[in-house]
C-alpha cells in the first residue's frame, strides 16, 4: 500500500480552527484544554477528512484527544443506524480502557455519543446489558473484544472506524493473533488509525496489512532548550492504605513545597483530602469536575499568587495547568497509566525548572508502579518515610530560618512591650523558648505517630539506605544542612531578588573551583539563602564570590553564624 504524502502542519490557532462542532470545543474548554498539542494539531485535519494514519508520539503528548476527537466529530456527523458500534478502540490494559472511555464521555456527553469500556476482570453482565442498549464507541482489551465476538454479543459489521492504540504494547504483550482476528469481522473500507510510541519492524508491517495510503505523523520526545536541563526528583514512598494521608502531611512538612499539586482519583477524595490538609495548617484548595470555570479559576489564581499552598485535584480539573511556582506534584493515589502519570509530572521540571513528583503507593499497586517504570524508561527512587525525629529536625531548621530572617527585617520595637516586662521575671532566652513553642502550636504541629514500612512485594524496605529529606534544590543531594563534611554558607540575597537554586550553583560553579554535583542543599528565604559547600572548599568558595554578582546583584558571603569559626 502506498503512503498519502500529505503534510501535516500545524494551525496557526487553537481548537477552533481545527474544523470541531462547537459541543466538543465547550466540552475541552471544560476540561480545561486551551492549546491542541503537537500531535492533535496534527491528526485532527487529516483524520476529519478519511485518511487513515500513523501517529508516533511519546506517552504523554495528549494522543488520546487526537482521535478521540474526530471519532466523535465524525460519529456526530452521520444518523445512527442500528445498535452496534461505530468506532472501536483496541488498548493494551484496562487502565488505558478506562482512561480512553473516560475521555470520550467528557468530549462527547453533550453530543449522546454513547461509550463502553470492556476488559477483562469486570462483570461481563453489565457490558452484555451495556451492548445490548446500543453502543457508539466501544474501547476494549483485544481479549475481551475477542470473547464478546464469540459470544456474539458483539457485531463490527456497522464500523465505520478503529484505533489501533498503544499499537508497540500491545505487540509486545502478544495481541498481535487476537488483533488479526478481530480485524477480520471489520469492514475493509472502514478508517483505521494506529498509534505508537515506536515503530518496530513489526508495526511496519501491521501499517501495510491494515492501513491504505495513510498519512504518517512523527513527533519526537521534546527536549530542553540547550543548557536546560528537566530536574525532575521522581520519588516512591510505599504506605499503608490508612496511614497514607499522615505520610502525605509527614512528606510536605518535610519538602515545604513553594506551591503543588496533589493527585487524587475521585472528587469525594478531594474533598476529604482538602479538609485533613488544612486541619493541619496546610493552606489547601480543591479542584475537582464538580467545580464551575469561574471556582476553577479562582483555585488556580489562589495558588499562582501565593494565596494557597497546595491544590487537591482530579485528573479531569487539571488538564492544561501549567503553574510557573509550581516545585511539586504528588500522587496521592499511583496514576491507573503511565500517560496519565507523564500528564501529572510533566507540570514541574519544564523549561529548565527543578521539580519534584512525589507518589504515595499502597503495597497492592506494586504491578501499576512496575509498569509506569517500564512505559517512561524511569524508575522511581523508593525512599523511607520521614520519621518523628526527622519531622520535629526539619521543624526546628525552618523555625531558625523564619527567626533569621524576621531579625533581618528588623521592625521590631513595636513587640517590646511585650517583652520588656517577662524579662524581669523570665530568662530572655527561656522567654525566647517559649515564643517559639507558641509559633510552633500555631503553625499545627502536633505529637506525631511513627508510620510502619510497607515495601513494594519483592523488594526491601522502601527507601533504605537511599533517604532524602532535602528541601527543593538543584537536584537530589547527598546530605542535609549541617552535615559532617559540608559548611553552610550565608548569601545575602534570596527569593524577592528572583533568586533560584540554579543561579547560586551557576555563581559558585563559575567563580570557585567546585562543580555543580559539589554543592549541597540549598534553602532560599525571601533576603537570604544557604548552600552547603564541603569544609575544605568554603573560604575559597567565599573569596571567590567577593565582588561577584547574583541576578545582578551584589552579595554578602560568608559562613552561617552556627558554623562561623
Do not use: W
Request: charged share 25%; proline share 6%; glycine share 10%.
Amino acid at each position: 500500500m502506498t503512503e498519502n504524502a500529505m503534510e501535516s502542519t500545524t494551525p496557526a490557532g487553537g481548537f477552533a480552527d481545527l474544523g470541531l462542532r462547537p459541543e466538543l470545543l465547550s466540552a475541552l474548554t471544560a476540561v480545561g484544554y486551551e492549546e491542541p498539542t503537537p500531535i492533535q494539531s496534527a491528526a485532527i485535519p487529516p483524520l476529519l477528512e478519511g485518511h487513515d494514519l500513523v501517529g508516533q508520539a511519546a506517552t504523554g503528548t495528549g494522543k488520546t484527544a487526537a482521535f478521540a476527537l474526530p471519532i466523535l466529530e465524525r460519529l456526530a456527523a452521520h444518523e445512527r443506524t442500528g445498535s452496534g458500534p461505530r468506532a472501536m478502540v483496541l488498548v493494551p490494559t484496562r487502565e488505558l480502557a478506562v482512561q480512553v472511555s473516560e475521555a470520550i464521555y467528557r468530549y462527547g456527553n453533550d453530543l449522546g455519543i454513547r461509550s463502553l469500556a470492556v476488559y477483562g476482570g469486570q462483570p461481563i453482565g453489565r457490558q452484555l446489558r451495556a451492548l445490548e442498549r446500543g453502543v457508539d464507541v466501544i474501547i476494549a482489551t483485544p481479549g475481551r473484544a475477542l470473547d464478546h465476538i464469540a459470544r456474539g454479543t458483539l457485531a463490527l459489521s456497522g464500523l465505520r472506524m478503529v484505533v489501533l492504540d498503544e499499537a508497540d504494547e500491545m505487540l509486545d504483550m502478544g495481541f498481535a493473533e487476537d488483533i488479526e482476528a478481530i480485524l477480520q469481522h471489520t469492514p475493509d473500507d472502514r478508517q483505521t488509525m494506529l498509534f505508537s510510541a515506536t515503530m518496530p519492524p513489526r508495526i511496519s508491517g501491521m501499517v501495510k496489512r491494515y492501513l491504505t495510503d495513510p498519512v504518517r505523523i512523527e513527533l519526537a520526545r521534546e527536549l530542553p532548550a540547550e543548557g536546560e536541563t528537566a530536574l525532575v526528583r521522581q520519588a516512591l514512598y510505599v504506605v499503608p492504605r490508612g496511614y497514607k494521608p499522615a505520610a502525605l502531611v509527614r512528606v510536605l512538612d518535610v519538602e515545604v513545597p513553594t506551591a503543588a499539586i496533589v493527585f487524587c482519583r475521585t472528587r469525594e477524595e478531594v474533598d476529604q483530602l482538602t479538609a485533613t490538609l488544612n486541619g493541619r495548617g496546610y493552606r489547601a484548595e480543591a479542584l475537582h469536575g464538580g467545580m464551575d470555570q469561574q471556582q476553577r479559576d479562582r483555585v488556580v489564581g489562589r495558588l499562582r499568587n501565593a494565596a494557597a499552598d497546595l491544590v487537591v485535584a482530579t485528573d479531569v480539573a487539571a488538564r492544561g495547568l501549567d503553574i510557573e511556582q509550581l516545585t511539586h506534584v504528588v500522587n496521592y493515589d499511583v496514576p491507573s497509566s503511565p500517560d496519565s502519570y507523564v500528564h501529572r509530572i510533566g507540570r514541574v521540571g519544564r523549561a529548565g525548572r527543578e521539580g519534584t513528583a512525589i507518589t504515595l503507593a499502597e503495597p497492592r499497586e506494586h504491578r501499576l508502579v512496575k509498569t509506569i517504570e517500564r512505559v517512561t524508561k524511569h524508575k522511581l527512587d523508593p525512599r523511607q518515610l520521614p520519621s518523628v525525629e526527622d519531622l520535629r529536625s526539619r521543624r526546628s531548621e525552618l523555625m531558625l530560618a523564619a527567626l533569621r530572617e524576621r531579625l533581618l527585617e528588623g521592625d521590631l520595637d513595636r513587640f517590646r512591650a511585650v517583652v520588656e516586662p517577662l524579662t524581669e521575671e523570665f530568662d530572655t532566652v527561656d522567654i525566647a523558648l517559649a515564643a517559639v513553642a507558641l509559633a510552633q502550636q500555631a503553625n499545627g504541629a502536633t505529637a506525631e505517630e511513627e508510620i510502619p514500612e510497607a515495601p513494594l512485594p519483592g523488594s526491601g524496605p522502601a527507601g533504605r539506605g537511599g533517604r532524602d529529606l532535602s528541601m527543593p534544590g538543584r537536584d537530589r543531594r547527598k546530605s542535609r544542612p549541617g552535615t559532617r563534611g559540608m559548611t553552610r554558607l550565608f548569601v545575602g540575597t534570596g527569593r524577592t531578588a528572583g533568586v533560584r537554586p540554579q543561579d547560586l550553583v551557576g555563581a559558585i560553579a563559575g567563580e570557585s573551583s567546585l562543580k555543580g554535583r559539589d554543592i549541597g542543599n540549598i534553602e532560599i528565604a525571601d533576603r537570604f539563602s544557604l548552600v552547603e559547600v564541603p569544609d575544605a572548599a568554603a573560604d575559597h568558595v567565599i573569596a571567590a564570590l567577593q565582588g561577584s554578582r547574583i541576578k545582578g546583584r551584589k552579595a554578602t558571603v560568608r559562613r552561617e553564624r552556627s558554623q562561623a569559626r
